[in-house]
């Protein structure tokens, strides 16, 4: 273990074996810092941070911040980070809201410099996340997606597995799996051809999401119509199925995640 001399570490914090704390860091209260992690100078854990084993914090970067949402009470949230990130300068990204809620971020991640992660994201595993994009809160980030820099995302939206979002653009709707997003508003312009292919996609697989790509988002198409049909010519493949299934759900505005998506409760027959 090497610590610098000018760091600030809580008594309540953990450390794991052979971690590195470089100086004017800042670990606060009830953080726990997984084995082999490096702190570069300046990163600030401010609290309630768990971050798993092998990840590498570098100049400058914040976790554990409190929420910037007008709801937020001062209850207790954490941030969650696993394992093997990388996390490059000046990130941000701020615990939940709610009662016990957690940002997420799962294993293997690279997070490039000023990426900002808001309160209550989900963030998968395998993705690239290019400088200063931006999460808003509830954001959703599925498996192996790459985010191009400069993207910014409405709360509530949802990044299907595998797709990818070019630089620049502005997403106020959810992004399918598979599929090459773009522009700003963002729209579907293809599948995600090499993705597709380094995961290990079948050829077959590739193919059928092309057609299925060629049916879905042509302009003036009955949505629910050609579902269906995809469905009926396409099924067979797992990756039509999931993408059929990630554009069937109810949705608000084109996020399904917004609660003004959900049925509202039937309110309670006065006795």
């Known amino acids: 273990m090497a610590i610098h001399p000018t760091a600030i570490i809580h008594p309540s914090a953990a450390l794991g074996s052979q971690v590195e704390i470089g100086p004017f860091c800042i670990i606060g209260p009830h953080v726990t810092v997984g084995e082999r992690c490096v702190l570069q100078g300046h990163v600030v854990l401010e609290r309630d941070v ?36 990388i996390i490059r300068e000046y990130v941000t990204i701020h615990r939940a809201t709610g009662e016990g809620q957690s940002t997420l971020v799962g294993d293997d991640n690279m997070i490039m410099a000023y990426c900002h992660l808001g309160h209550n994201v989900q963030m998968g595993s395998n993705i690239l996340m290019a400088n200063s994009a931006g999460l808003s809160g509830h954001v959703v980030l599925e498996d192996r997606v790459i985010i191009g820099g400069m993207v910014g995302f409405h709360q509530y939206v949802r990044v299907g597995r595998l797709a990818m979002v070019g630089g620049y653009s502005k997403l106020t709707q959810d992004a399918p799996p598979f599929m090459l997003v773009d522009g700003n508003p963002a729209r579907v312009i293809g599948t995600n051809f090499r993705g597709l292919r380094r995961a290990g996609v079948t050829p077959a697989g590739r193919d059928a999401l092309k057609q299925a790509y060629r049916m879905l988002f042509r302009e003036n198409v009955n949505r629910g119509r050609v579902l269906a049909a995809v469905g009926e010519q396409l099924g067979e493949y797992d990756e039509v199925k999931y993408l059929l299934d990630f554009l069937s759900k109810p949705s608000y505005a084109g996020r399904r995640l917004d609660p003004l998506a959900r049925p509202a409760q039937e309110p309670e027959e006065a006795e």
């Open 50 to 85: 768990i971050l798993g084993a092998d990840c590498q914090l570098y100049f400058g970067a914040v976790l554990g911040g409190p929420p910037q949402d007008t709801k937020y009470e001062g209850e207790q949230t954490f941030v969650r980070v696993g394992e093997r990130n």
